[in-house]
C-alpha cells in the first residue's frame, strides 16, 4: 500500500547535475525538440492507426528535458490525462503495469500527482499489480522468487517486461511505496554478471528468476540497460546496491559503444541506430561517463541533417528531425519523409533529444571569414568559418556557390572555397546553421 503522499522529485535534476561542468551546445536537443513538437496533433502524437499515447509520453518526457518547451509539455499533458485509462487500462478488468509505470513518470514530469491523476490513482493500481514479498518467504518460495515483480492484468496476456519494471520501480520509490524495494531488488536480479540488464523476466513459475548469462531469455540488451539505468537515477535511490548495479551497467554500456560512439541494438534485427545511441548516451551522461556520452551526441548529430540556404533539399522544412538510421537521409533529401516512415522518424527523434542534451559546444565563436579583400570574378575564394560545434551541420554560400559544411570532431576551422560570382560589387560570403548564421564581404571585379 501506499504509506506516505508522494515524493516531489525534479525529473530534471539528474540532468542539471550531471551537466554541470560539461560544455554542452543546446542547438540540437532545441531544434529536434521544436520539430516533434510541431508533430503533435492537439497534443498527441498520432500515427495510421489513431493516436500513439506511448509515443506521446515519449516525446512529453523527452520534451521534459529541454528548457523552453514547457508548452509542449501542458500540451500532452492536457490531452493525454482524460485518455489515460486507454493507455493504463481501466483498472477493472485491464491494467497494465509497464504503462502504469511511464505514465505516472510523466504526470509526475509534467507538475502533476501521479496519486491523482485525472481522478486516478495511478500509483495504487501500480501496487495492485506488483507482486507482494509472503508473509513467510521459507513456506512460499516461488511467491518469495517474484517477490516486486509487475505482471499486466489482462485478457490479452501478460506482456510486462524489465523496461516496465523499472519505470514502476522509479514511480513507487519516489512515491514511498511499501512495495518500493521488492520492485527495485526484482529489477536487480535481471542484471547479468557482466552488466547488462536482459528485456524479458522468466516465466513465473521459473525458481531463479534472475538473469543468468550465457542462457537463452538472458541476451545482452543495450536499450533496457540504459533505461534502467535513466530510471534507477531518476528514482533518487542512492543505496548500495543501486549504485553497485548503476556502475556495472555504466562499465558494460561503455564498452560496447563503438569508437564511433554509436551503440549497437540486439536482438535478431540488430543494428547501429540514433535510437540505442541517444539512450545509451545519456544514460552514460547521467552517470558523469561525460567523454562517452559526448561521443554519442555526436554520432547522434550527425543523423540530423540541417539543409539551409542554397543547400536546401526536401528535408529542410522538417529541420531538427532526426534520422533513425544514415541510409534513411538520403532518400529523404530528395523526396521528403515519406508518411509511411514518418512514425519512425518521430520516434528517433524522441529518443535523440535525450542523447543529444550531451552534444559539445564550441569553444570558439561562430563566424566566417574571407582570406582575401578582393578577388576577380570566378575566381575560387578560401573561406574560413569558426566555431561550428563538433558535429554540427551548416551551409557555406556566396551568390551562385555553395558547399555543405559539418564542424569537426576538434573543433578546428573549417576551411572550403567558394567560387565568386561575375559583376563589379561587394559579395557577401554566409553561413547558415540550423539557428545561426554569420556574415562577411569582399570587393569582386570583373
Known amino acids: 500500500m501506499l504509506i506516505a503522499p508522494p515524493a516531489t522529485a525534479d525529473t530534471s535534476s539528474a540532468l542539471r547535475s550531471a551537466k554541470a561542468g560539461v560544455r554542452t551546445d543546446s542547438t540540437p536537443s532545441n531544434v529536434a525538440a521544436d520539430w516533434i513538437t510541431d508533430e503533435l496533433v492537439n497534443g498527441l502524437m498520432v500515427g495510421s492507426s489513431g ?16 528548457p523552453g518547451h514547457e508548452s509542449g509539455v ?5 490531452a493525454f490525462k482524460p485518455r489515460v485509462d486507454e493507455y493504463v487500462g481501466d483498472g477493472t478488468n485491464e491494467s497494465y503495469a509497464g504503462p502504469l509505470g511511464k ?40 511467491a518469495a522468487a517474484f517477490a516486486g515483480r509487475i505482471f499486466d492484468k489482462s485478457e490479452s496476456g501478460n506482456f510486462a517486461n524489465v523496461v516496465g ?17 521488492a520492485a527495485r531488488d526484482f529489477l536487480l536480479k ?43 537515477i531518476e528514482s533518487h535511490d542512492r543505496s548500495a546496491a543501486v549504485r553497485s548495479a548503476l556502475d556495472k551497467a555504466s562499465a558494460w554500456l561503455v564498452d560496447r559503444q563503438r569508437n564511433s560512439g554509436a551503440i549497437r541494438s540486439s536482438g535478431d534485427r540488430a543494428q547501429i541506430n540514433t535510437n540505442t545511441t541517444a539512450v545509451g548516451g545519456y544514460a552514460l551522461g547521467l552517470m558523469r561517463q561525460s567523454d562517452a556520452a ?13 539543409d539551409k540556404y542554397k543547400c536546401r533539399t526536401a528535408l529542410t522544412s522538417d529541420t531538427g528531425v532526426v534520422a533513425y538510421r544514415k541510409d534513411r537521409i538520403k532518400g ?34 561562430f563566424r566566417i571569414v574571407s582570406v582575401r579583400k578582393q578577388a576577380r570574378a570566378g575566381e575560387r575564394v578560401q573561406f574560413r568559418v569558426y566555431g561550428l560545434a563538433p558535429s554540427e551541420s551548416a551551409c557555406m554560400q ?16 573549417i576551411v572550403r572555397k567558394l567560387q565568386l560570382p561575375t559583376g563589379n560589387q561587394r559579395r557577401v560570403g554566409l553561413v547558415k546553421t540550423s539557428d545561426d548564421e554569420a556574415r562577411t564581404s569582399l570587393r569582386v571585379r570583373n
Not at 51 to 66: H, N, Q
Not at 74 to 78: G, K, L, M, V, Y
Not at 165 to 181: K, P
Not at 398 to 412: A, I, L, M, T
Open 294 to 306: 559526448q561521443k554519442a551526441a555526436l554520432w547522434v548529430r550527425k543523423n540530423q541533417p540541417v
Open 51 to 66: 493516436p500513439d499515447l506511448s509515443l506521446t509520453l515519449d516525446t512529453g518526457l523527452a520534451l521534459r528535458s529541454v
Open 398 to 413: 556566396v551568390k551562385g556557390d555553395f558547399r555543405r559544411v559539418k564542424g569537426k570532431k576538434s573543433g578546428d576551422k
Open 165 to 181: 519494471q523499472s519505470f514502476a520501480v522509479r514511480e513507487l520509490t519516489l512515491a514511498r511505496s511499501a512495495e518500493a524495494a
Open 103 to 142: 505514465a505516472a513518470a510523466f504526470a509526475r514530469a509534467a507538475g502533476e500527482n501521479p496519486v491523482d491523476y485525472g481522478g486516478k490513482n495511478l500509483v495504487a493500481r501500480l501496487e495492485q499489480r506488483t507482486a507482494d514479498v509472503p508473509a513467510d518467504p521459507s513456506t512460499e518460495p516461488q
Open 332 to 365: 529523404a533529401s530528395t523526396t521528403g519523409i515519406p508518411a509511411e516512415a514518418r512514425d519512425e522518424w518521430r520516434r528517433a527523434t524522441a529518443q535523440a533529444i535525450l542523447g543529444l542534451q550531451f552534444a559539445p559546444a564550441s569553444d570558439d565563436a
Open 190 to 232: 535481471q542484471q547479468c554478471a557482466s552488466g547488462y540488464f536482459r528485456l524479458n523476466f522468466d516465466k513465473a513459475n521459473v525458481p531463479n528468476q534472475s538473469c543468468t548469462e550465457g542462457t537463452p531469455g538472458s541476451e545482452a540488451d543495450p536499450d533496457a540497460t540504459a533505461l534502467a539505468m535513466i530510471n534507477l
Open 74 to 78: 501542458a500540451a500532452i499533458n492536457a
